[in-house]
């Protein structure tokens, strides 16, 4: 017995070390874009880059789940203060390693992404507020939160828990969007949340802070945009930072979803890191593993695996997410799947998180 018990501690924390080795250093190279200014629909699209599988998978979760922040898949942090919830939306959503939540969209049309920033520093702990593992902070904001107003609203008495073992970090900033168009970034650096909220908040990237980004396109002159307008071409954040918005201030009207859908798409694959591409050092690589694009007005959730050659998608309004519906999941790494995969999905008697 003993032996088991030890035998399931030490699985227990190589699956925590895994997971957390998304953010073990400046890797996670994700950009997040939002499109709330063509005039038809808010839509925003993300890369998920990494030097390996995260093991995506997709899930379906209704209302009424009960979750715990003090919790990284089955394994309890101790914490004297954990936040616990009951979900009050429906939503999808995108894991990885099977214990964290890091894109996904809830049936009011509130989205979330988590990316990677090396400066995170969630500050000592304080136990006067409930406390919760960074990789369930945006799901915590799904199920809780109908706009970004709320979401922020939610945060004040929240504090992110940076999980650590074995030198990895959940170093991250989340960023949000809802289908009014707004948006914001949450950050936490040297121990304070910093909070960028507003419509204009559009792309964001990784390192550095939010702040020194807009600070870096500042030094960039868009107007008259044409192909001879040099542009950063490499895959680090800030290269990827410049690009995405300078092609994101040339966008036309689209006529429709499927316009907007794919407009947003091109502009994510522009950047995305092309597989083996020279990362932070020689021989390191972070491909991007999938990209995600959300109609905030429809509530429809696309999934792009980057090794597949089919787009998928899922009507989260066509599902069941009344409390007590069961729990969905869907492995996308599965060239057969194409468009619409809502029967796809398959019921699990136990979720991920």
């Given amino acids: 017995m003993v032996a088991q018990q030890h035998f399931f501690h030490e699985s227990i924390w190589s699956i925590l070390a895994i997971v957390l080795a998304m953010s073990a250093s400046t890797a996670l190279a994700c950009t997040r874009i939002l499109w709330n200014t063509n005039g038809v629909l808010s839509v925003a699209g993300r890369t998920m880059d990494w030097a390996e599988s995260t093991e995506p998978r997709l899930h379906v979760f209704p209302r009424g789940m009960h979750r715990n922040g003090g919790r990284v898949g089955p394994l309890d942090l101790g914490d004297e203060n954990p936040l616990t919830w009951m979900s009050r939306y429906g939503s999808v959503v995108v894991s990885a390693y099977g214990s964290a939540s890091v894109d996904g969209l809830n049936e009011k049309g509130l989205a979330m992404h988590l990316l990677f920033l090396t400066a995170t520093d969630y500050g000592p702990r304080n136990p006067e507020k409930a406390g919760l593992q960074a990789g369930l902070w945006g799901q915590y904001l799904l199920d809780n939160a109908a706009t970004v107003e ?7 008495d929240v504090q992110p828990i940076m999980v650590q073992h074995a030198g990895f970090k959940s170093s991250l900033h989340l960023a949000i969007e809802d289908a009014s168009g707004d948006s914001a970034i949450i950050e936490y650096v040297d121990g304070q949340p910093k909070i960028y909220h507003g419509s204009e908040h559009q792309v964001v990237t990784n390192d550095p802070p939010y702040d020194e980004q807009l600070i870096e396109l500042e030094k960039w002159d868009f107007a008259n945009a044409t192909r001879q307008t040099p542009l950063p071409g490499n895959v680090n954040p800030i290269d990827r930072f410049v690009r995405a918005n300078y092609f994101l201030k040339t966008l036309r009207k689209p006529e429709g979803e499927r316009e907007a859908i794919a407009t947003t798409l091109s502009l994510a694959r522009n950047a995305s890191v092309p597989f083996n591409a020279p990362y932070k050092t020689p021989g390191t690589i972070y491909d991007t593993e999938y990209r995600t694009v959300v109609n905030l007005d429809s509530r429809r959730f696309f999934f792009e ?21 069961p729990v969905l999941t869907l492995n996308p790494d599965n060239i057969h799947l194409s468009g619409n995969v809502n029967k796809d999905f398959t019921p699990v008697a136990e979720p991920p998180f």
């Fill in 305 to 325: 695996l980057t090794t597949s050659p089919n787009v998928i998608w899922v009507n989260l309004e066509d599902l069941a997410l009344s409390p007590g519906s």
């Fill in 150 to 156: 709320e979401a922020l609203k939610r945060m004040k």
